[in-house]
């Protein structure tokens, strides 16, 4: 596996899997998965310090920053414009110009809103920023984030923390099928066949978190999900054989006793 | 005089720079970001920036989220 990386905006990375860091029961839990995903690009949210409450743990104590890229998201904002500030404080909190940018249109769903996203997408690009943006399993969208400079997209599979899976895989191929810049399905993903599935769709990776914070056992689905979208990729690249309706016999059709 | 930090009011005795600020607050300039009056700082400037009576400052960090709603504001 070690020939095929996956490489956005001419970054190399060793695993397909992104992982978050939200909803862990607890900070060492959270680091054992990270561990057991194998994973090493890692998104983190920008929130406001408690200024009253300064007792907390910083979460970059439990992330090895040599070992793991962060990737800072804009988890939270409704428009463009707060979106934006977001990704120019991450910046400055840190480690690079990166940034998975969302920006929400309804707290129901969690749906992007398009419109703000594509207009936060050209701001950044121009600003300077690696913009993974955070959109629908939609291909016009798709390909008009491309078009505004994105370095990768990152279609839904369903909703955040749904766990509904692959909800629309004709999307996702025709996404993968147009798309000159990385796919990453980003959203949906409740358990390692999910991944599976989305990585034999050809999309080039995939990020979770609730399908990992939220499972009974997050480090043994760290693993289960490493494992998934390991397989899923080999199945892409292996070819599957084409679906069909009838059986088509695998021993040889002459030559059975009694003929 | 008073400023507006992260959205809450928070009085001041006279204008402090930044890193006064956060020497204040006791928290440690290299884990947050900070945007004065909407303008993103660059890190090398906490010592040169003031904050003034009426100032907006917010002061952020990372925390935990791997998508929209996973952590909330």
């Known amino acids: 596996m070690s020939t095929d990386q996956l490489v ?9 899997l992104i992982v978050g860091t939200g909803k862990y029961a607890s ?21 406001r310090v408690n200024i009253s409450d300064r007792s907390r743990e910083s979460l970059l104590d439990f992330i090895d920053t040599s070992r793991y890229f962060i990737l800072p998201n804009t988890a939270g904002c409704y428009t463009a414009e707060e979106a934006i500030r977001t990704a120019r404080l991450a910046r400055e909190a840190g480690l690079s110009s990166w940034v998975k940018l969302e ?33 629908n399993d939609d ?21 955040i923390g749904s766990g509904l899976g692959i909800q629309n895989r004709h999307n996702i191929e025709i996404i993968v099928e147009g798309a000159h810049v990385p796919v990453i399905v980003d959203a949906g993903v409740g358990t390692a066949s999910d991944a599976a599935i989305a990585m034999e769709l050809g999309v080039d990776g995939v990020l979770m978190n609730t399908g ?34 009838y059986a088509a016999a695998s021993s040889p059709v002459g030559g059975t006793v009694g003929a | 005089m008073t400023i507006r930090l992260n959205g809450e009011p928070y009085e001041l005795d006279a204008p ?21 009056n909407l303008v993103v700082l660059k890190r090398g400037t906490f010592d040169a920036v003031l904050v003034e009576d009426g100032d907006r400052v917010e002061i952020v960090n990372f925390v935990g989220g791997g998508g929209p709603g996973s952590t909330t504001p």
């Open chain 1, 8 to 16: 956005i905006a001419g970054r190399t990375f060793g695993s397909r």
């Open chain 1, 27 to 47: 900070n060492e839990i959270m680091a054992r998965a990270h561990e057991a995903s194998g994973a090493d690009m890692i998104t983190v949210a920008v929130r």
């Open chain 1, 103 to 135: 920006v929400i249109g309804d707290e129901r769903t969690l749906f992007p809103d398009n419109e703000e996203l594509l207009v936060a997408t050209k701001a950044l690009v121009q600003d300077g920023f690696v913009v993974l943006p955070y959109t």
């Open chain 1, 139 to 159: 291909p016009i969208s798709c390909r008009k984030l491309e078009e505004a400079g994105a370095a990768a997209v990152m279609p839904l599979g369903a909703p």
């Open chain 1, 212 to 245: 990992i914070a939220g499972a009974t056992d997050p480090v043994a689905m760290a693993t289960a999900m490493r494992l998934a979208t390991q397989a899923g990729r080999l199945a892409h690249l292996a070819g599957r054989i084409p679906r069909r309706r």
């Open chain 2, 16 to 36: 402090v720079t930044v890193s006064a600020l956060l020497a204040r607050l006791e928290i440690d300039p290299r884990r947050v970001a900070i945007e004065h």
